[in-house]
């Protein structure tokens, strides 16, 4: 079996060389022009930070597009003959790549594809895959049984993040000035959640600090796993920039609050992937978890 995801798992390039994935890159483009850029390029993290940097001008305006047939076909011919596990982010969310993808199904019946759909976003995608293999122990299962395994795991995977830009927010058009003005001026972040199975992130509070919002995560995570009865917590963060010193600090509560609890915890962190910028700015961290079930 060989599974495929896109690169809104926000997993590092060589993470995903050390999973043995295939990896389909979302198409990103700046002022209406394709982006140069692949999952594996060389020099990937100091290609991204020019990419934020173009960001940040407020005279640019980066988007995403949804994937094509050809991108599948491609994809999907590189491992014809063998079984393929794709894992996909929200498929509502992106009609296009949902089209895209149901038509190469319909005209291509060459390929053996399994398509899971996590309904989820940003590291709500990439966690979902990982607490699956952590299941496997990171072996080679039948795909059957990886399939099952993410059906059960995905009405427990939430995200949670912080936005510090406003401004990016402004721009593209989902806050107000006034808003991003006072915010900004007031020292405000706006905390970000998407619940089970939605793949629509939504504002749930504010915090003054990275710590801050790491406490509100954290007590937020603490009540989930009491409500579900749960000692199994796989986590993955996602930051730009240097904003790794939150999901650092992120991980030492998660760990404290594991040994406190009996939890088996499981955290990754990874630099985020081009997919995700155009919509979340030049400076966030963000976290999805799955919460391990009987």
């Avoid at 991108?71 to 929200?90: D, S, V, W």
């Avoid at 099952?148 to 009405?155: G, P, T, V, W, Y």
């Avoid at 619940?195 to 406490?215: D, L, M, T, W």
Wanted: aromatic share 8%; charged share 25%.
């Amino acid at each position: 079996m060989k599974i495929i995801i896109d690169n809104t798992c926000q997993l590092e390039p060589d993470r995903i060389k050390e999973l043995d994935l295939g990896l389909i890159d979302y198409p990103i483009l700046m002022n209406g022009e394709v982006y140069p850029q692949t999952w594996d390029m060389p020099n990937w993290r100091e290609e991204k930070e020019k990419f934020i940097e173009l960001m940040r001008n407020k005279n640019n305006k980066a988007t995403t597009v949804g994937l094509t047939e050809e991108q599948f076909i491609k994809a999907f011919e590189t491992y014809r003959g063998e079984e393929i596990l794709l894992i996909t982010q929200a498929l509502h969310n992106t009609h296009a790549t949902r089209d895209a993808l149901h038509k190469v199904l319909q005209d291509h019946p060459e390929y053996d594809v399994k398509v899971f759909d996590t309904k989820s976003l940003v590291s709500g995608v990439g966690v979902q895959l990982l607490a699956m293999l952590r299941e496997v122990d990171f072996k080679p299962a039948d795909r059957e049984t990886c399939y099952a395994i993410l059906m059960k795991n995905r009405e427990n995977t939430r995200v949670l993040g912080v936005l510090y830009d406003m401004f990016y927010l402004h721009r593209g058009g989902r806050v107000g000035l006034a808003k991003a003005v006072m915010a900004t001026a007031m020292g405000i972040i706006p905390l970000l959640s998407s619940e089970p199975a939605s793949g629509v992130i939504k504002a749930i509070g504010k915090a003054r600090n990275f710590k801050q919002a790491c406490a509100r995560f954290l007590a937020t995570i603490k009540t989930q796993m009491e409500e579900k009865d749960s000692k199994t917590l796989t986590v993955a963060m996602s930051y730009v920039l240097d904003h790794d010193k939150e999901c650092r600090y992120m991980k030492g509560k998660l760990e404290e609050a594991a040994e406190e609890a009996g939890w088996d915890l499981y955290v990754e962190i990874n630099y985020s992937t081009f997919a995700h910028m155009p919509h979340l700015g030049p400076d966030y961290f963000e976290m999805g978890y799955v919460i391990g079930t009987k």
